[in-house]
Protein backbone atom coordinates (compact mmCIF):
# COMPACT_ATOMS: atom_id res chain seq x y z
CA UNK A 1 0.00 0.00 0.00
CA UNK A 2 1.15 3.60 -0.97
CA UNK A 3 2.53 5.22 2.52
CA UNK A 4 0.84 8.17 3.69
CA UNK A 5 1.72 9.31 7.23
CA UNK A 6 -1.40 11.45 6.96
CA UNK A 7 -4.11 9.18 6.83
CA UNK A 8 -6.08 9.00 9.38
CA UNK A 9 -5.35 5.36 11.50
CA UNK A 10 -7.72 5.67 13.92
CA UNK A 11 -11.05 7.74 14.86
CA UNK A 12 -12.02 6.52 18.22
CA UNK A 13 -14.88 7.24 19.85
CA UNK A 14 -15.79 8.16 23.38
CA UNK A 15 -19.70 7.03 24.79
CA UNK A 16 -20.10 10.56 25.28
CA UNK A 17 -19.63 11.87 22.22
CA UNK A 18 -16.13 12.67 22.20
CA UNK A 19 -13.71 12.44 18.78
CA UNK A 20 -9.96 12.31 18.35
CA UNK A 21 -8.84 11.18 14.48
CA UNK A 22 -5.53 9.98 15.28
CA UNK A 23 -2.97 9.74 11.93
CA UNK A 24 -0.48 7.32 10.87
CA UNK A 25 2.44 9.49 11.43
CA UNK A 26 1.36 10.89 15.31
CA UNK A 27 0.58 7.49 16.38
CA UNK A 28 4.11 6.10 15.42
CA UNK A 29 5.29 9.17 17.01
CA UNK A 30 3.74 8.25 20.15
CA UNK A 31 4.08 4.98 20.01
CA UNK A 32 8.02 5.54 19.73
CA UNK A 33 7.70 8.32 22.04
CA UNK A 34 5.99 5.59 24.69
CA UNK A 35 8.54 3.42 23.60
CA UNK A 36 11.20 4.77 24.89
CA UNK A 37 9.68 6.03 28.27
CA UNK A 38 9.11 2.12 29.10
CA UNK A 39 12.94 1.89 27.88
CA UNK A 40 13.97 4.41 29.91
CA UNK A 41 12.34 3.24 33.06
CA UNK A 42 14.10 -0.20 33.45
CA UNK A 43 11.64 -2.39 30.18
CA UNK A 44 13.48 -4.64 28.20
CA UNK A 45 12.40 -7.42 25.47
CA UNK A 46 10.83 -10.08 27.05
CA UNK A 47 9.78 -7.95 30.31
CA UNK A 48 6.01 -8.03 31.15
CA UNK A 49 3.65 -5.03 30.95
CA UNK A 50 0.21 -5.29 32.26
CA UNK A 51 -2.14 -3.15 30.77
CA UNK A 52 -5.32 -2.97 32.28
CA UNK A 53 -7.33 -0.97 30.54
CA UNK A 54 -10.99 0.16 28.50
CA UNK A 55 -11.14 0.89 24.74
CA UNK A 56 -9.18 4.20 24.97
CA UNK A 57 -6.52 5.03 22.41
CA UNK A 58 -4.04 5.26 25.05
CA UNK A 59 -4.30 1.49 25.66
CA UNK A 60 -3.78 1.24 21.31
CA UNK A 61 -0.64 3.07 21.90
CA UNK A 62 0.53 1.02 25.02
CA UNK A 63 -0.20 -2.06 23.12
CA UNK A 64 2.01 -0.98 20.16
CA UNK A 65 4.77 0.43 22.02
CA UNK A 66 5.45 -3.17 23.83
CA UNK A 67 5.74 -4.69 20.14
CA UNK A 68 8.25 -1.73 19.41
CA UNK A 69 10.73 -2.99 22.04
CA UNK A 70 9.93 -6.31 22.03
CA UNK A 71 8.46 -6.38 25.46
CA UNK A 72 5.53 -8.58 26.15
CA UNK A 73 1.99 -7.06 27.14
CA UNK A 74 -0.21 -8.45 29.28
CA UNK A 75 -4.01 -6.60 28.13
CA UNK A 76 -6.28 -7.88 31.33
CA UNK A 77 -10.02 -6.94 30.16
CA UNK A 78 -11.21 -3.79 32.59
CA UNK A 79 -14.69 -5.67 33.52
CA UNK A 80 -12.04 -7.93 35.99
CA UNK A 81 -12.50 -6.98 39.82
CA UNK A 82 -9.53 -6.67 41.53
CA UNK A 83 -9.22 -10.11 42.12
CA UNK A 84 -9.33 -11.08 38.34
CA UNK A 85 -6.54 -8.67 38.24
CA UNK A 86 -4.50 -9.88 40.79
CA UNK A 87 -4.92 -13.57 39.42
CA UNK A 88 -3.54 -12.76 35.99
CA UNK A 89 -0.62 -10.23 37.87
CA UNK A 90 0.66 -13.10 40.23
CA UNK A 91 1.15 -15.10 37.01
CA UNK A 92 2.89 -12.70 34.71
CA UNK A 93 4.44 -10.25 37.09
CA UNK A 94 4.83 -7.15 35.36
CA UNK A 95 7.15 -4.60 35.74
CA UNK A 96 5.00 -1.58 34.79
CA UNK A 97 0.90 -1.59 34.86
CA UNK A 98 -0.79 1.17 32.99
CA UNK A 99 -4.36 1.91 33.65
CA UNK A 100 -6.63 4.96 33.58
CA UNK A 101 -8.06 6.65 36.32
CA UNK A 102 -11.42 5.84 35.58
CA UNK A 103 -13.24 3.79 32.49
CA UNK A 104 -16.50 4.98 31.10
CA UNK A 105 -19.38 2.52 30.18
CA UNK A 106 -23.26 2.62 30.43
CA UNK A 107 -22.97 6.39 31.96
CA UNK A 108 -21.18 4.77 34.66
CA UNK A 109 -17.48 5.32 36.05
CA UNK A 110 -15.34 3.14 37.31
CA UNK A 111 -12.22 3.43 39.23
CA UNK A 112 -9.45 1.53 37.57
CA UNK A 113 -7.04 3.49 39.35
CA UNK A 114 -7.93 2.43 42.71
CA UNK A 115 -9.05 -1.15 41.69
CA UNK A 116 -5.31 -1.32 40.96
CA UNK A 117 -3.96 0.04 44.09
CA UNK A 118 -6.24 -2.67 46.67
CA UNK A 119 -3.84 -5.32 45.11
CA UNK A 120 -0.68 -4.12 44.39
CA UNK A 121 0.87 -4.09 47.01
CA UNK A 122 0.75 -7.96 46.78
CA UNK A 123 2.44 -8.19 42.84
CA UNK A 124 6.24 -6.78 44.26
CA UNK A 125 7.59 -7.20 40.83
CA UNK A 126 5.50 -3.77 39.72
CA UNK A 127 7.93 -0.35 39.98
CA UNK A 128 5.31 1.37 38.63
CA UNK A 129 2.23 2.55 37.61
CA UNK A 130 1.39 4.81 34.20
CA UNK A 131 -2.16 6.37 34.96
CA UNK A 132 -4.27 7.71 31.90
CA UNK A 133 -6.55 10.52 33.05
CA UNK A 134 -9.65 9.96 31.26
CA UNK A 135 -11.99 11.57 33.35
CA UNK A 136 -9.80 13.42 35.78
CA UNK A 137 -11.55 12.09 38.87
CA UNK A 138 -9.75 13.94 42.26
CA UNK A 139 -11.54 10.37 43.70
CA UNK A 140 -8.05 8.70 42.87
CA UNK A 141 -4.15 9.01 44.51
CA UNK A 142 -1.22 8.82 42.98
CA UNK A 143 0.93 7.12 44.57
CA UNK A 144 5.28 8.13 45.09
CA UNK A 145 6.23 6.96 42.13
CA UNK A 146 3.19 6.80 39.95
CA UNK A 147 3.00 8.70 36.90
CA UNK A 148 0.41 10.20 34.15
CA UNK A 149 0.14 8.89 30.88
CA UNK A 150 0.95 12.76 29.43
CA UNK A 151 3.53 13.12 31.60
CA UNK A 152 5.58 10.05 30.57
CA UNK A 153 5.43 11.10 26.95
CA UNK A 154 6.88 14.10 27.93
CA UNK A 155 9.75 12.88 30.22
CA UNK A 156 10.63 10.15 27.29
CA UNK A 157 13.91 11.65 25.73
CA UNK A 158 13.23 10.95 22.31
CA UNK A 159 11.42 8.01 20.14
CA UNK A 160 12.78 4.55 20.27
CA UNK A 161 13.87 2.72 17.07
CA UNK A 162 11.91 -0.60 16.31
CA UNK A 163 13.83 -3.45 17.97
CA UNK A 164 13.92 -6.70 15.35
CA UNK A 165 12.77 -9.66 17.23
CA UNK A 166 12.27 -13.01 15.89
CA UNK A 167 9.04 -14.01 14.64
CA UNK A 168 8.26 -16.78 17.19
CA UNK A 169 9.10 -14.85 20.53
CA UNK A 170 6.63 -13.88 22.78
CA UNK A 171 4.18 -10.66 21.46
CA UNK A 172 1.84 -11.46 24.24
CA UNK A 173 -0.18 -12.87 27.18
CA UNK A 174 -3.86 -12.82 27.62
CA UNK A 175 -5.81 -15.09 29.82
CA UNK A 176 -9.10 -17.85 28.76
CA UNK A 177 -12.34 -16.71 30.27
CA UNK A 178 -11.71 -19.36 32.87
CA UNK A 179 -15.11 -21.38 33.48
CA UNK A 180 -14.41 -24.06 35.61
CA UNK A 181 -10.60 -24.20 36.25
CA UNK A 182 -8.08 -21.45 36.53
CA UNK A 183 -7.46 -19.05 33.68
CA UNK A 184 -4.76 -20.26 30.82
CA UNK A 185 -2.05 -17.50 30.22
CA UNK A 186 -2.57 -18.01 26.69
CA UNK A 187 0.76 -16.91 24.95
CA UNK A 188 0.99 -15.62 21.36
CA UNK A 189 4.26 -14.56 19.11
CA UNK A 190 4.28 -11.25 18.56
CA UNK A 191 5.54 -10.98 14.35
CA UNK A 192 3.55 -14.40 14.07
CA UNK A 193 0.57 -12.91 15.54
CA UNK A 194 0.90 -9.95 13.24
CA UNK A 195 1.72 -12.27 10.14
CA UNK A 196 -1.67 -14.20 11.31
CA UNK A 197 -3.58 -10.71 12.04
CA UNK A 198 -2.73 -9.82 8.50
CA UNK A 199 -3.87 -12.69 6.81
CA UNK A 200 -7.47 -12.68 8.30
CA UNK A 201 -8.11 -9.54 7.64
CA UNK A 202 -7.38 -9.71 4.26
CA UNK A 203 -9.66 -12.90 3.54
CA UNK A 204 -12.32 -12.10 6.25
CA UNK A 205 -12.72 -8.77 6.16
CA UNK A 206 -10.86 -8.17 2.34
CA UNK A 207 -9.90 -4.84 4.26
CA UNK A 208 -9.70 -1.77 1.19
CA UNK A 209 -7.77 1.44 1.13
CA UNK A 210 -10.92 3.20 1.07
CA UNK A 211 -13.01 1.03 3.54
CA UNK A 212 -14.32 2.75 6.72
CA UNK A 213 -13.80 -0.34 8.98
CA UNK A 214 -14.58 -0.96 12.51
CA UNK A 215 -14.43 -4.02 14.95
CA UNK A 216 -16.97 -3.50 17.97
CA UNK A 217 -14.67 -5.39 20.50
CA UNK A 218 -12.90 -4.69 23.21
CA UNK A 219 -9.26 -4.37 23.40
CA UNK A 220 -9.57 -7.04 26.64
CA UNK A 221 -10.41 -9.68 23.97
CA UNK A 222 -8.41 -11.44 21.56
CA UNK A 223 -10.91 -10.01 18.34
CA UNK A 224 -9.98 -6.50 18.95
CA UNK A 225 -5.92 -6.83 18.74
CA UNK A 226 -6.48 -9.19 15.59
CA UNK A 227 -9.16 -7.66 13.28
CA UNK A 228 -8.04 -4.24 14.34
CA UNK A 229 -5.34 -3.05 16.20
CA UNK A 230 -2.83 -5.84 14.19
CA UNK A 231 -4.99 -6.69 11.29
CA UNK A 232 -6.19 -4.34 10.27
CA UNK A 233 -3.82 -1.18 10.87
CA UNK A 234 -1.01 -3.89 9.11
CA UNK A 235 -3.06 -3.20 6.14
CA UNK A 236 -3.32 0.77 6.19
CA UNK A 237 -6.99 0.36 6.78
CA UNK A 238 -9.00 3.66 8.61
CA UNK A 239 -10.23 1.72 11.71
CA UNK A 240 -13.10 2.75 13.91
CA UNK A 241 -12.56 2.38 17.69
CA UNK A 242 -15.67 3.39 20.06
CA UNK A 243 -15.07 3.41 24.19
CA UNK A 244 -18.64 2.19 25.02
CA UNK A 245 -21.87 -0.27 25.03
CA UNK A 246 -22.78 -0.45 21.53
CA UNK A 247 -27.13 0.05 22.86
CA UNK A 248 -26.10 3.19 25.17
CA UNK A 249 -28.06 5.28 25.71
CA UNK A 250 -30.05 3.55 23.01
CA UNK A 251 -29.34 1.52 20.19
CA UNK A 252 -29.69 4.95 17.91
CA UNK A 253 -25.82 5.08 19.00
CA UNK A 254 -24.55 2.34 16.65
CA UNK A 255 -26.73 2.73 14.15
CA UNK A 256 -25.58 6.79 14.44
CA UNK A 257 -22.44 5.67 14.00
CA UNK A 258 -22.83 3.70 11.15
CA UNK A 259 -24.38 6.74 9.39
CA UNK A 260 -22.01 9.75 9.80
CA UNK A 261 -19.00 7.86 8.96
CA UNK A 262 -20.17 5.67 6.84
CA UNK A 263 -18.87 2.70 7.75
CA UNK A 264 -18.38 0.34 4.86
CA UNK A 265 -17.46 -2.43 7.00
CA UNK A 266 -18.42 -4.14 10.31
CA UNK A 267 -16.55 -6.81 12.89
CA UNK A 268 -18.92 -7.76 15.18
CA UNK A 269 -20.27 -10.83 17.18
CA UNK A 270 -23.57 -12.52 16.82
CA UNK A 271 -24.96 -11.04 19.87
CA UNK A 272 -25.45 -7.84 18.69
CA UNK A 273 -26.65 -9.01 15.56
CA UNK A 274 -29.42 -10.36 17.78
CA UNK A 275 -29.77 -7.27 19.84
CA UNK A 276 -30.74 -5.46 16.71
CA UNK A 277 -33.13 -7.57 15.50
CA UNK A 278 -34.54 -7.44 18.91
CA UNK A 279 -35.01 -3.96 18.88
CA UNK A 280 -36.47 -4.69 15.41
CA UNK A 281 -37.27 -2.56 11.75
CA UNK A 282 -38.35 0.81 13.35
CA UNK A 283 -34.95 2.26 14.83
CA UNK A 284 -33.80 1.47 11.38
CA UNK A 285 -35.77 3.59 9.68
CA UNK A 286 -34.46 7.10 10.41
CA UNK A 287 -30.82 5.81 9.67
CA UNK A 288 -28.69 5.34 5.75
CA UNK A 289 -26.92 2.25 6.46
CA UNK A 290 -26.19 2.36 2.55
CA UNK A 291 -22.61 2.41 3.26
CA UNK A 292 -22.44 -1.04 4.83
CA UNK A 293 -21.16 -3.67 2.29
CA UNK A 294 -20.27 -6.77 5.07
CA UNK A 295 -20.47 -7.84 8.38
CA UNK A 296 -18.07 -10.35 9.26
CA UNK A 297 -18.71 -11.91 13.29
CA UNK A 298 -16.79 -14.40 15.50
CA UNK A 299 -17.28 -15.71 19.04
CA UNK A 300 -20.88 -17.81 19.04
CA UNK A 301 -23.41 -19.89 16.62
CA UNK A 302 -24.97 -17.54 14.33
CA UNK A 303 -28.76 -18.52 14.43
CA UNK A 304 -30.01 -19.01 10.46
CA UNK A 305 -33.38 -16.59 11.29
CA UNK A 306 -31.01 -13.73 12.62
CA UNK A 307 -29.00 -13.98 9.50
CA UNK A 308 -31.37 -13.50 6.48
CA UNK A 309 -33.01 -10.80 9.27
CA UNK A 310 -29.98 -8.79 9.33
CA UNK A 311 -29.39 -9.45 5.45
CA UNK A 312 -33.02 -8.40 4.63
CA UNK A 313 -33.31 -5.53 7.02
CA UNK A 314 -29.79 -4.17 7.81
CA UNK A 315 -28.24 -4.98 4.06
CA UNK A 316 -30.85 -4.45 2.15
CA UNK A 317 -30.26 -7.86 0.09
CA UNK A 318 -27.14 -5.83 -0.52
CA UNK A 319 -24.79 -6.90 1.73
CA UNK A 320 -21.99 -10.28 2.82
CA UNK A 321 -22.18 -11.85 6.18
CA UNK A 322 -19.27 -13.36 7.53
CA UNK A 323 -19.66 -15.93 10.14
CA UNK A 324 -16.10 -17.16 11.15
CA UNK A 325 -14.95 -19.16 14.05
CA UNK A 326 -12.13 -19.45 16.02
CA UNK A 327 -10.61 -19.13 19.52
CA UNK A 328 -8.54 -17.33 21.67
CA UNK A 329 -5.64 -20.13 21.25
CA UNK A 330 -5.68 -20.04 17.76
CA UNK A 331 -5.87 -16.37 17.60
CA UNK A 332 -7.54 -15.40 14.00
CA UNK A 333 -10.73 -16.98 13.48
CA UNK A 334 -9.55 -19.99 10.76
CA UNK A 335 -12.51 -21.01 9.04
CA UNK A 336 -14.53 -18.09 7.21
CA UNK A 337 -15.53 -16.82 4.13
CA UNK A 338 -13.31 -15.53 1.62
CA UNK A 339 -15.12 -12.27 1.25
CA UNK A 340 -16.01 -12.13 -2.34
CA UNK A 341 -14.87 -15.40 -3.49
CA UNK A 342 -16.21 -17.85 -1.20
CA UNK A 343 -20.43 -17.26 -0.53
CA UNK A 344 -21.63 -17.96 2.89
CA UNK A 345 -24.18 -20.29 3.62
CA UNK A 346 -26.52 -18.95 6.71
CA UNK A 347 -25.52 -20.26 9.87
CA UNK A 348 -22.02 -22.11 9.01
CA UNK A 349 -18.81 -20.96 9.63
CA UNK A 350 -17.42 -21.15 6.33
CA UNK A 351 -14.34 -22.97 4.76
CA UNK A 352 -10.33 -23.31 6.28
CA UNK A 353 -8.81 -20.06 4.75
CA UNK A 354 -5.02 -20.96 2.94
CA UNK A 355 -2.58 -22.22 5.35
CA UNK A 356 -4.95 -24.24 7.87
CA UNK A 357 -5.85 -27.97 7.60
CA UNK A 358 -8.18 -29.77 10.11
CA UNK A 359 -9.95 -33.06 10.45
CA UNK A 360 -13.10 -34.02 12.80
CA UNK A 361 -12.88 -37.02 14.73
CA UNK A 362 -14.67 -39.51 16.60
CA UNK A 363 -14.30 -40.26 20.28
CA UNK A 364 -11.70 -42.90 19.22
CA UNK A 365 -9.33 -40.82 17.30
CA UNK A 366 -11.05 -41.83 13.45
CA UNK A 367 -11.93 -39.44 11.33
CA UNK A 368 -15.84 -39.19 10.66
CA UNK A 369 -17.83 -38.44 7.22
CA UNK A 370 -19.26 -35.52 5.85
CA UNK A 371 -22.47 -34.59 8.13
CA UNK A 372 -21.58 -36.66 10.98
CA UNK A 373 -20.56 -34.67 14.07
CA UNK A 374 -16.86 -34.81 15.92
CA UNK A 375 -14.38 -33.10 17.70
CA UNK A 376 -12.52 -30.62 15.80
CA UNK A 377 -8.64 -30.39 15.52
CA UNK A 378 -6.27 -28.60 13.60
CA UNK A 379 -3.21 -31.06 12.14
CA UNK A 380 -0.82 -28.23 11.17
CA UNK A 381 0.50 -25.27 12.97
CA UNK A 382 0.18 -21.91 12.15
CA UNK A 383 1.63 -18.36 12.75
CA UNK A 384 -0.96 -17.43 14.94
CA UNK A 385 -1.51 -20.61 17.00
CA UNK A 386 -0.61 -19.99 20.58
CA UNK A 387 3.18 -20.81 21.36
CA UNK A 388 2.32 -21.77 25.22
CA UNK A 389 0.35 -21.76 28.63
CA UNK A 390 2.52 -19.11 30.17
CA UNK A 391 4.15 -20.55 33.34
CA UNK A 392 3.01 -24.00 32.48
CA UNK A 393 3.92 -25.77 28.98
CA UNK A 394 2.70 -29.04 30.43
CA UNK A 395 -0.83 -27.58 30.59
CA UNK A 396 -0.31 -26.46 26.93
CA UNK A 397 0.66 -30.01 25.93
CA UNK A 398 -1.25 -32.15 28.05
CA UNK A 399 -4.84 -29.58 27.86
CA UNK A 400 -4.14 -28.96 23.89
CA UNK A 401 -2.22 -31.85 22.03
CA UNK A 402 -2.70 -34.97 24.17
CA UNK A 403 -6.15 -35.37 23.76
CA UNK A 404 -5.48 -36.92 20.14
CA UNK A 405 -1.86 -37.23 19.96
CA UNK A 406 -0.49 -34.12 18.43
CA UNK A 407 -3.06 -32.89 17.00
CA UNK A 408 -4.70 -28.92 18.05
CA UNK A 409 -7.92 -30.19 19.96
CA UNK A 410 -10.14 -27.12 19.75
CA UNK A 411 -12.75 -28.86 22.23
CA UNK A 412 -14.96 -27.73 20.25
CA UNK A 413 -17.69 -30.04 17.99
CA UNK A 414 -18.21 -29.88 14.27
CA UNK A 415 -19.66 -31.33 11.32
CA UNK A 416 -18.42 -30.63 7.95
CA UNK A 417 -21.52 -30.37 4.83
CA UNK A 418 -21.90 -31.54 1.60
CA UNK A 419 -19.98 -28.51 0.39
CA UNK A 420 -17.08 -28.67 3.22
CA UNK A 421 -18.60 -25.57 4.79
CA UNK A 422 -17.86 -26.57 8.92
CA UNK A 423 -20.35 -25.82 11.05
CA UNK A 424 -19.48 -25.69 14.26
CA UNK A 425 -21.89 -26.87 16.98
CA UNK A 426 -20.64 -25.65 20.46
CA UNK A 427 -18.24 -26.85 23.05
CA UNK A 428 -17.84 -30.25 23.23
CA UNK A 429 -18.69 -30.04 26.87
CA UNK A 430 -21.95 -28.72 25.93
CA UNK A 431 -22.76 -31.64 24.37
CA UNK A 432 -25.83 -33.04 26.17
CA UNK A 433 -26.62 -36.56 26.26
CA UNK A 434 -29.99 -37.46 26.58
CA UNK A 435 -31.14 -41.02 26.66
CA UNK A 436 -28.07 -42.08 24.64
CA UNK A 437 -28.99 -39.24 22.35
CA UNK A 438 -25.85 -36.88 21.37
CA UNK A 439 -27.49 -33.14 21.14
CA UNK A 440 -25.82 -30.41 20.72
CA UNK A 441 -26.87 -27.21 22.21
CA UNK A 442 -26.75 -25.21 19.36
CA UNK A 443 -28.53 -27.16 17.27
CA UNK A 444 -31.24 -27.05 19.28
CA UNK A 445 -31.10 -23.27 20.37
CA UNK A 446 -31.30 -22.79 16.07
CA UNK A 447 -34.31 -24.32 16.05
CA UNK A 448 -35.66 -22.72 18.93
CA UNK A 449 -34.51 -19.09 17.47
CA UNK A 450 -36.49 -19.49 14.05
CA UNK A 451 -39.51 -18.88 16.33
CA UNK A 452 -39.92 -15.34 15.23
CA UNK A 453 -41.38 -13.79 18.89
CA UNK A 454 -37.64 -15.22 20.56
CA UNK A 455 -34.71 -13.20 20.72
CA UNK A 456 -32.20 -15.10 22.72
CA UNK A 457 -31.79 -19.08 23.19
CA UNK A 458 -29.94 -21.21 25.69
CA UNK A 459 -30.32 -24.61 25.96
CA UNK A 460 -28.14 -26.71 28.99
CA UNK A 461 -28.41 -30.38 30.15
CA UNK A 462 -30.15 -30.53 33.81
CA UNK A 463 -29.88 -34.09 35.96
CA UNK A 464 -32.52 -36.48 35.51
CA UNK A 465 -33.20 -39.71 37.58
CA UNK A 466 -34.86 -41.64 34.44
CA UNK A 467 -32.82 -40.18 31.29
CA UNK A 468 -29.67 -39.27 33.36
CA UNK A 469 -29.53 -35.55 31.69
CA UNK A 470 -32.37 -33.53 29.88
CA UNK A 471 -32.10 -30.31 28.30
CA UNK A 472 -33.57 -27.15 29.69
CA UNK A 473 -34.33 -24.18 27.51
CA UNK A 474 -33.82 -20.71 28.33
CA UNK A 475 -35.44 -17.98 26.56
CA UNK A 476 -35.80 -14.42 25.98
CA UNK A 477 -38.57 -12.72 24.24
CA UNK A 478 -38.62 -9.81 21.96
CA UNK A 479 -41.89 -8.99 23.20
CA UNK A 480 -43.07 -9.92 26.46
CA UNK A 481 -46.91 -9.70 25.88
CA UNK A 482 -46.99 -13.01 24.05
CA UNK A 483 -48.80 -15.86 25.76
CA UNK A 484 -46.11 -18.07 27.72
CA UNK A 485 -47.85 -21.66 27.63
CA UNK A 486 -48.14 -20.97 23.96
CA UNK A 487 -44.58 -20.11 23.18
CA UNK A 488 -43.22 -22.75 25.47
CA UNK A 489 -45.58 -25.11 23.10
CA UNK A 490 -44.57 -23.93 20.12
CA UNK A 491 -40.63 -24.78 21.43
CA UNK A 492 -41.37 -28.08 21.98
CA UNK A 493 -42.94 -28.60 18.30
CA UNK A 494 -40.48 -27.08 16.54
CA UNK A 495 -37.76 -28.82 18.69
CA UNK A 496 -40.46 -32.22 17.66
CA UNK A 497 -40.13 -31.10 14.67
CA UNK A 498 -36.64 -30.34 13.62
CA UNK A 499 -34.69 -33.01 15.51
CA UNK A 500 -36.65 -35.12 17.53
CA UNK A 501 -39.50 -36.42 20.49
CA UNK A 502 -36.64 -37.53 22.57
CA UNK A 503 -35.03 -33.48 22.44
CA UNK A 504 -37.99 -31.79 23.81
CA UNK A 505 -36.68 -29.44 26.78
CA UNK A 506 -38.09 -30.84 30.14
CA UNK A 507 -37.58 -27.66 31.33
CA UNK A 508 -38.42 -23.74 29.58
CA UNK A 509 -38.01 -20.91 31.46
CA UNK A 510 -38.56 -17.72 30.06
CA UNK A 511 -36.00 -14.54 31.60
CA UNK A 512 -35.84 -11.50 30.69
CA UNK A 513 -32.35 -11.08 29.79
CA UNK A 514 -29.11 -14.36 29.63
CA UNK A 515 -26.08 -13.45 31.05
CA UNK A 516 -23.23 -12.66 28.36
CA UNK A 517 -20.23 -11.74 28.35
CA UNK A 518 -18.83 -8.72 27.47
CA UNK A 519 -17.75 -10.49 23.76
CA UNK A 520 -20.93 -11.63 23.66
CA UNK A 521 -21.09 -15.26 24.55
CA UNK A 522 -24.02 -16.33 26.84
CA UNK A 523 -22.92 -17.86 29.81
CA UNK A 524 -24.33 -21.29 30.03
CA UNK A 525 -22.01 -22.37 32.84
CA UNK A 526 -24.06 -19.67 34.92
CA UNK A 527 -27.60 -21.19 34.01
CA UNK A 528 -26.78 -24.10 34.75
CA UNK A 529 -25.66 -23.17 38.68
CA UNK A 530 -28.65 -20.75 39.43
CA UNK A 531 -30.91 -23.76 37.96
CA UNK A 532 -28.80 -26.46 40.10
CA UNK A 533 -27.70 -24.70 43.12
CA UNK A 534 -30.18 -21.48 43.29
CA UNK A 535 -26.75 -19.47 42.89
CA UNK A 536 -23.56 -18.82 41.70
CA UNK A 537 -20.06 -18.86 42.65
CA UNK A 538 -16.89 -17.51 41.76
CA UNK A 539 -15.82 -14.37 39.92
CA UNK A 540 -18.49 -13.04 37.64
CA UNK A 541 -16.69 -9.46 37.17
CA UNK A 542 -16.41 -10.77 33.00
CA UNK A 543 -19.92 -10.68 32.68
CA UNK A 544 -21.59 -7.22 30.69
CA UNK A 545 -24.71 -7.44 32.47
CA UNK A 546 -23.60 -9.20 36.24
CA UNK A 547 -27.42 -7.43 37.42
CA UNK A 548 -29.04 -10.03 35.23
CA UNK A 549 -27.97 -12.91 37.63
CA UNK A 550 -30.43 -11.52 40.22
CA UNK A 551 -33.08 -11.25 38.30
CA UNK A 552 -32.70 -14.44 36.73
CA UNK A 553 -32.95 -16.21 40.34
CA UNK A 554 -36.22 -13.74 41.03
CA UNK A 555 -37.53 -14.86 37.29
CA UNK A 556 -36.91 -18.66 38.10
CA UNK A 557 -38.22 -18.69 41.52
CA UNK A 558 -41.51 -17.26 40.16
CA UNK A 559 -41.89 -19.90 37.59
CA UNK A 560 -41.91 -22.52 39.91
O1 LIG B 1 -16.92 -22.64 21.07
C1 LIG B 1 -16.34 -21.81 20.08
C2 LIG B 1 -17.03 -20.45 20.11
O2 LIG B 1 -16.20 -19.61 20.91
C3 LIG B 1 -15.07 -20.33 21.40
C4 LIG B 1 -13.84 -19.43 21.42
O3 LIG B 1 -14.06 -18.35 22.28
P1 LIG B 1 -12.94 -17.22 22.44
O4 LIG B 1 -11.67 -17.86 22.83
O5 LIG B 1 -13.51 -16.19 23.35
O6 LIG B 1 -12.87 -16.65 20.95
C5 LIG B 1 -12.16 -15.56 20.61
C6 LIG B 1 -12.24 -15.38 19.08
C7 LIG B 1 -10.98 -14.84 18.53
C8 LIG B 1 -14.91 -21.47 20.44
O7 LIG B 1 -14.19 -22.53 21.02
N1 LIG B 1 -17.14 -19.86 18.78
C9 LIG B 1 -16.38 -18.89 18.24
N2 LIG B 1 -16.82 -18.58 17.00
C10 LIG B 1 -17.88 -19.38 16.74
C11 LIG B 1 -18.07 -20.22 17.87
N3 LIG B 1 -19.03 -21.15 17.89
C12 LIG B 1 -19.82 -21.28 16.81
N4 LIG B 1 -19.70 -20.51 15.71
C13 LIG B 1 -18.77 -19.55 15.63
N5 LIG B 1 -18.68 -18.79 14.54
Redesign the pocket.
Known amino acids: AEKNPEKTAIIWLSEDNKERKITYAELKDEVARFAMGLRENGVKKGDVVAIYMSNIPEAFIAVYACYRIGAIYNIIFSGFSANALLERMEDTKPKIVITEDQSVRRGKYINLKNTLDSVRSKVKSINRVIVVKRTGTPDIKMLDNDIYFDDFLKQASGLAEPLPIEANEPGFVIY??GTTSKPKGIIHSGIGFMVGSYHYVKYSVNLKENDIYWCTADVG???FP?YELVGALAHNGTVIAYEGALDYPSIDHFYGIIEKYKVTKLFTAPTLLRMLARYGREKIKNYDLSSLKLIS??????DVKTWHWVYKNIGNENIEIN???????T???WTSSIVGITGARPGS?GLPLPGHSYVILDNRGNPVKAGTRGTLVLTQPFPMLARDVWNNHERYINNYFSVFNGYYC???EAMEDEYNHIW?L??TDDVINVAGHRLST?EMENSIMSIPEISDAAVIGIDDEIKGLIPAAFITLNNRTVDYNEIKNRIKNVINDSIGKFAIPGKIYIISEMPKTR?G?IMRRLLREILSKGDISGDITGLENPESIEKIKNELKNSN
Open positions: TSWLTILVGEPLNTYGQTEGGACTYDVGRMSK
